[in-house]
């Protein structure tokens, strides 16, 4: 059976704060393990393949799905220089 971590060790594992993994399983993004009413256990493993396999925008906190910027952004355009 695979090592199974704290949502902690995850966070420190990807450089993200421990709300951002904890919006990522509410998010249904990362697989976990609820082992008592309040203890959430991750496999490191798991959850690397299921990150690794997100676009950027669907793995992005600060994006809810469906609001006006679940759409990406386009570039800006760059204004043409005189000649």
């Known amino acids: 059976m695979p090592q199974k971590v704290d949502g ?9 704060d421990p709300i951002t993994v904890r919006r990522w399983r509410k998010r249904n993004l990362i697989p976990y393990v609820r082992v008592g009413r309040r203890v959430i256990r991750y496999d490191p493993a798991a959850v690397r393949s299921a990150l690794e396999n997100l676009s950027a925008r669907d793995a992005d906190p600060r994006i809810a799905p469906g609001s006006k910027n679940d759409v990406p952004a386009q570039a800006p355009q760059a204004a043409e220089a005189a000649p």
């Open 8 to 16: 902690k060790a995850i966070a420190a594992e990807w450089g993200v």
